[in-house]
């Protein structure tokens, strides 16, 4: 079902991402990647260097013994060569080429590395092969320790590597720190000065650095943005007095008409509803001086009593319309700690809202314990209305027909903001549109 509330929660998720995208994390995370960034090639690359000069070199050495180790078997074949205790030297000639195992019978001239198992034990040699006509020489030179060495430097370098790299983090979250701290302040010297209605300047607590120029331009700002407010302010309540004037003087002389003897009923009809329409420009004055100003009116307001005024207003102004107007509760049930106007007002729109796009049918204001539901069966709720309905100066695609400029529920929604109430709108059961004001924005049940 498609609803529009007063105010939408916050996605969920909102804070993970918004951490995400903290400069100081930021700063850290840089840090963190370009130290393990760096200390991995840097392992990598020693890895591989040392891999490549080890075999360049032991190979080298190799060749050259089993070069050497040829030689002298060739000139004198009684001779014998001492190879280091790691090192072995293998010859088969004619008649033994058969002896040869069939692992290096398979190896053309060169140097290879061969790991295998002996005794149940792993082992890991390198083996130079040099293959002449008639005899083949092998030598065999024994890595195992190598090899564990190798291993050992890896993990050295595997715990260097993570060693860097919380070193980093480290460095990254001390940098952050001093990095931001001057951000840090300023934004608590901002907070803090969004308590006064003239905030203080930000600029002298900070050096003639680039957090110096943000403060700068922020007493800048604050100063025009203040002066748009005072002015903005200054003309509500110029507005809001020149206007009562002219209401009062059409309030006394109404009361004075209503009071004459004989008068016929179209002109009392008449006088009352020029009653009403001053009222609810005088109720619509103070609410909207409370929204200027931002600030709570208290009161202890009937809004059974209101609900009764609003809809014997708008009886009058039917013209005709087929529409039963139905108030259901008792008076007295739901008291409101705000001014009459602002209930009123907020009050106002919805039944007004509904007598508008209701052609012909009913339209039941129903009173709750903590809440009072505006029901009609008039067209309905789009899913682009209920997506726009809060929006200032937006009219329902229902609306082609009828007048105003789409600020009665952005009005709404304004005083449920000053006063920590909700309004939703849903579609109905059947059709129409379920229109709800809570006056306990804890409250989210009807009834």
């Not at 200390?39 to 032991?58: C, L, R, S, Y």
């Not at 130079?128 to 005899?135: F, L, M």
């Not at 590597?161 to 302040?185: N, Q």
């Not at 003239?198 to 110096?212: C, M, S, T, Y």
Request: proline share 4%.
């Amino acid at each position: 079902m498609s609803q529009a509330e007063g105010d939408a929660p916050a996605p969920k998720g909102f804070g993970r991402r918004r951490y995400r995208r903290r400069l100081r994390s930021r700063i850290i995370l840089s840090f963190v990647l370009l130290g393990l960034g760096l200390t991995a090639m840097f392992a990598i690359a020693a890895v591989f260097v040392g891999a490549v000069v080890e075999d360049q070199t032991v190979g080298s050495v190799l060749k050259h013994n089993v070069d050497e180790y040829a030689e002298r078997f060739y000139q004198d074949r009684s001779a014998e060569w001492a190879p280091l205790s790691s090192v072995r030297a293998i010859v088969y000639g004619p008649g033994r080429l058969h002896n040869v195992p069939p692992d290096w019978a398979e190896l053309e001239t060169g140097v290879y590395n061969i790991t295998g198992e002996e005794d149940g034990e792993p082992f890991v040699y390198r083996l130079v092969v040099k293959k002449d006509a008639e005899y083949w020489f092998f030598l065999a030179q024994d890595m195992t320790n190598t090899a564990e060495v190798r291993a050992r430097i890896k993990l050295i370098l595997i715990a260097a590597v993570v060693l860097f790299t919380v070193l980093a983090g480290v460095i990254g979250w001390w940098s952050a720190s001093r990095v931001m701290r001057p951000v840090s302040e300023l934004a608590n010297l901002l907070g803090a000065s969004g308590d006064s209605a003239r905030p203080g300047a930000l600029a002298p607590h900070f050096p003639d650095d680039e957090v110096g120029e943000l403060a700068t331009a922020l007493d800048d700002y604050a100063a025009r943005l203040t002066e748009v407010v005072q002015r903005d302010r200054e003309f509500n309540a110029d507005v809001s007095h020149e206007l009562r004037t002219p209401l009062a003087v059409v309030k006394g002389a109404v009361e004075l008409l209503l009071s004459r003897p004989g008068l016929d009923e179209k002109t009392l009809a008449r006088l009352q509803r020029i009653q009403r329409a001053e009222q609810q420009c005088t109720d619509l004055i103070s609410a909207l001086l409370l929204l200027s100003r931002a600030e709570r009116g208290h009161g202890s307001t009937d809004v059974c009593r209101v609900a009764e005024q609003l809809l014997e207003a708008h009886r009058s102004q039917l013209g005709g319309k087929p529409l039963e107007l139905r108030l259901e509760g008792e008076a007295g049930r739901l008291m409101v700690d705000a001014p009459e106007a602002a209930v009123s007002v907020a009050l106002g729109n919805l039944i007004g809202n509904a007598v508008k796009y209701t052609m012909a049918g009913t339209i039941v204001v129903r009173l709750h314990d903590n809440a009072v539901d505006v029901i009609d069966s008039g067209p309905g709720l789009s899913a682009e209305d209920a997506a726009h309905l809060f929006e200032r100066g937006y009219r329902g695609s229902h609306a082609e027909h009828t007048h105003g400029g789409g600020i009665g529920l952005s009005i709404v929604r304004r005083l449920c903001r000053l006063y920590d109430w909700q309004v939703r709108v849903v579609p109905g059961a059947e059709r129409g549109v379920v229109a709800t004001l809570y006056f306990d924005a804890g409250d989210t049940a009807s009834g």
